[in-house]
């Protein structure tokens, strides 16, 4: 792994301090890497050009109003305020979340709703009345599923804590569901809402926790199968591939087998039906929303997890192996490589994760306290500008600098986007998300891709602005993007090649499509 | 003398000169023109249901649910290969058909050394092909590595992102062609966007995005004009596999395409259901592929790869779950197929692996090594430059 770090840079990492002063950020003396960060100009530039490509990577992308806010604040109170997140949403998109149904229905009125219209329509005699209550009902799983996918994009794309979004797309690919599987359409905007997003820059313990106890997440890797002498093995392996030590991190096969074991009788219950629970177990049965602990499915023997004894008792032993998981050093590690994979680079340097592991070790697991660690060290700073985009990236910056914050109206085309360039929202279906690195989004066929989009973003409002149904309403909308952002700032970040080519634009509309294409655009 | 017996006979003659690739010599053409697929099935189908060891007590038992029955005179039963094996039922009408031409093969107890049984390792594991225990180098795949020791046409990802298996040193264009529309950048602005790469990490893989896009567009335009005039043609699986053929045919040596949906460990079905569904679509491509090649199917060699086998028993929800050993299928139209190959042992409860799976008999490494050295005319350097420290094994399919 060394040398394909070493490999991997390809000039010499710059020792730069991001809150101190800065003179030059980033750029290669081989000049192949994009040029984002290196230009730094005679006028003395240099200070606004780095904490430009700052701002890029902790946000979603930069835009004229972030960076007025950042100018006002400057560059160290904007981290702190991120790492906070407590700015309010614009009204206009609190008003467009709050009209969905997922935002006035509590999840278990959704699902047993779901459920109810799936039974009615499996017991229709007539077939042709049948497969059209099928369909209704599968098209009401979709628009759930939208509503939920919508909503992400929306506050990606306009919430003043862009940090906070980024985490929450970053948490949700790192415990990722997939939103095919089961009924999990229904789940998968709650999984984020009430799993993900309150613990996203808080303490990992309870992160992890919430996950265990999400009904999305236990559908999703089989936990409802899993019982006493019936062992499914799926979500225990992955809780410690995945989501806490990492492959490598010591642990065994037995390990996964006795974790497979602590998590009997941990599932899912769509009704309000209490199943059969032995008199003597039945105070340890436990119900809360869909999540169910059914002590008759639970293997109380005793086992051995990650080294030391853990004494069967029922739903207690989920807990101190979350403890136990959360507290290991593998996944203090683990869980900062991540971190660095997406905020430094594909292959971040050893030192910044021993640091950041450092730090969550020391924090008892606080999120902010290690990516505070990582946005304050010299390898983010000389990364800057470095890495590429992956689909998600690209789209939400794209329609931010294009757009600024006037709000969207439909997040259909953003969606359709992410799904041609093979990054659909929830749609990952295996447990491990989507690849950080370059290498999964950068090959030819994806590049092609990736223009096709810049065409379409470019070339006029693609459907943002126009709502779906019989009677939509539309906004006149154009990309702004030669804006005073562009000449202000983004111009100079600009390679002479890009900016030869965009004189050649014939149009607005290839002006626009050329810069959504340039080099510059597919690097954070 | 049919062709395929020709074949076999020459196939012993050249063997004895040690004359590698067998079409090659006997159709005159150099050994590159010979070409490669690589199917991977991601999620680790059962091989176990593909391949039915018919004469394993032990299955029947450990599989009440969802074991495959014996061949017999109903429907859905086993078809027989030969006394210990059967292929499952739902591929009767496409794999079945290959396999008596002697266009098909089996090698049970197939797969790699990797324990981890998870499926990203494992994945990654044999896409890298390198040895295992040491250090990973993510830049350079198998089949990347093949394409470096090939001076031929190039090698081509079917595939959305570019798989490990082509990352590497030679520059490995990818195109899914599951979907394929008309493109909106015209040659102009594809001109004006290649300019602003030159001298950039992505220069080439910017124009040779360009260049595959053009090729997908001259040699599917008229299935596209088909369609467009409502055409009946295949769908799912056979149609992205007869346009891979449309593009190997003509001009790429090596190519990979992945297959998901595999990973079953619930409800997953026997003689019909679930996973009977997924081999029915997967034998149909591999069919319709076979067909779509055309004459270049003599020169062709499909193999179809999974990262591990299921466990032999069913689990406690009629799945199986991550197990180790697997089978690999080798197709193709000249290979000496007919025959179930690589070394077996008899499958009970004493001879399987950790209690619970296949073992491995038959390394991939070893495997490839061979079917690269026959097809490809390659010498023991050259596969050493692919597969480092593995002594390549000849399993007599080519």
Known sequence: ?524 | MNRREMLRTSLTAMSALAMPSVSGRLFAAPATSNRLLVVFLRGGYDAANLLIPISSKYYYETRPNIAVPVPGSEANTALMLNADWGLHPTLRESILPLYANGQAAFIPFAGTDDLSRSHFETQDGIELGQPINQGRNYQSGFLNRLAATLTGKGAISFTDQLPVVMQGSVQVANTALRSVAKPAVDARQSALIAAMYRGTLLDQRVSEGFSIRDEVMRELTNEMDAASRSAISAKGFELEARRIAKLMKDKHNIGFVDVGGWDTHVGQGGATGYLAGRFDELGRGLNGFSQEMGSEWRNTVVVVVSEFGRTFRENGNRGTDHGHGTVYWVLGGGIRGNQIAGEQIKLEQKTLFQNRDYPVLNEYRAVFGGLFARMFGLNDAQIEQIFTGVKSRDLGLI
């Not at chain 1, 369909?135 to 628009?143: G, I, L, S, V």
């Not at chain 1, 939208?146 to 790192?174: G, I, K």
């Not at chain 1, 009924?183 to 303490?203: T, V």
Request: net charge neutral; aromatic share 8%; with cysteine.
């Open chain 1, 1 to 524: 792994m060394v040398d394909v770090l070493r490999a991997n840079f390809k000039c010499k990492p710059y020792i730069v301090f991001l809150l101190v002063s800065i003179t030059a950020l980033g750029g290669c003396v081989s000049g192949s890497a994009p040029q984002s960060g290196s230009a730094a100009d005679p006028s003395g530039n240099a200070n606004s050009t780095s904490v430009l490509v700052a701002v890029n990577r902790i946000s979603w992308g930069v835009n004229s109003s972030t960076m007025q806010h950042v100018a006002k604040l400057g560059l160290p109170q904007y981290i702190n305020e991120q790492l906070s997140a407590s700015r309010a949403l614009p009204t206009a998109i609190g008003q467009q979340i709050a009209a969905m149904s997922i935002s006035q229905q509590p999840l278990i009125n959704i699902v047993q709703d779901m459920e109810q219209r799936r039974k009615d329509a499996d017991a229709v005699k007539d077939d042709d009345a049948k497969k059209t209550a099928q369909q209704a009902y599968q098209a009401e799983m979709n628009r759930l599923a939208r509503e939920a996918a919508t909503r992400t994009l929306l506050r990606a794309t306009y919430s003043p804590n862009q940090l906070q979004e980024q985490m929450v797309w970053f948490w949700m690919n790192h415990f990722s569901v997939h939103q095919g599987k089961s009924n999990n359409r229904a789940m998968i905007g709650d999984f984020e809402e009430s799993a993900i997003r309150p613990h996203a820059l808080g303490k990992f313990r309870d992160l992890l926790a919430a996950t265990v106890f999400h009904p999305a997440m236990i559908r999703y890797l089989d936990n409802e199968q899993n019982a006493a002498n019936r062992i499914n093995e799926n979500y225990a392996r992955e809780i410690m591939e995945l989501h806490t030590m990492g492959v490598g991190g010591g642990y065994t096969q037995h390990d996964v087998q006795d974790l497979a074991r602590i998590l009997t009788g941990v599932g899912v219950n769509l009704g309000t039906v209490m199943p059969t629970v032995k008199k003597e177990l039945v105070p340890q049965y436990l119900r809360t929303g869909l999540f169910e602990f059914n002590p008759n499915r639970h293997d109380y023997g005793n086992k051995i997890f990650l080294g030391e004894a853990l004494t069967g008792r029922g739903l207690a032993e989920v807990n101190e192996a979350i403890e136990r998981l959360s507290r290991h050093p593998a996944t203090a590690r683990y869980v900062s490589k991540k971190l660095a994979m997406f905020f430094v680079s594909d292959v971040p340097p050893a030192e910044l994760i021993e640091r950041m592991a450092a730090s969550f070790t020391g924090t008892d697991g606080d999120i902010a306290a290690t990516l505070r660690t990582l946005f304050n060290s010299a390898e983010f700073s000389a990364s800057l500008g470095k890495k590429f985009k992956a689909p998600l990236h690209y789209v939400v910056s794209a329609v931010r600098l294009a757009y600024d914050d006037k709000p969207i109206l439909n997040a259909g085309p953003m969606l359709n986007w992410l799904n041609r360039m093979g990054q659909p929202m929830f749609g990952r279906q295996t447990p491990d998300g989507y690849p950080l690195g370059e290498a999964a989004w950068a090959s030819p066929g994806q590049m092609t891709t990736r223009f096709e989009i810049a065409k379409a973003i470019g070339s006029g409002s693609a459907g943002l602005f126009k709502t779906d149904g019989p009677q939509p309403i539309e906004k006149p909308a154009f990309p702004q993007l030669a804006n005073a952002l562009y000449f202000g700032q983004l111009q100079q970040t600009l390679s002479a090649s890009t900016r030869n080519t965009l004189e050649q634009a014939g149009s607005a509309q290839e002006w626009n499509m050329l810069l959504m294409s340039s080099p510059e655009m597919m690097y954070r």
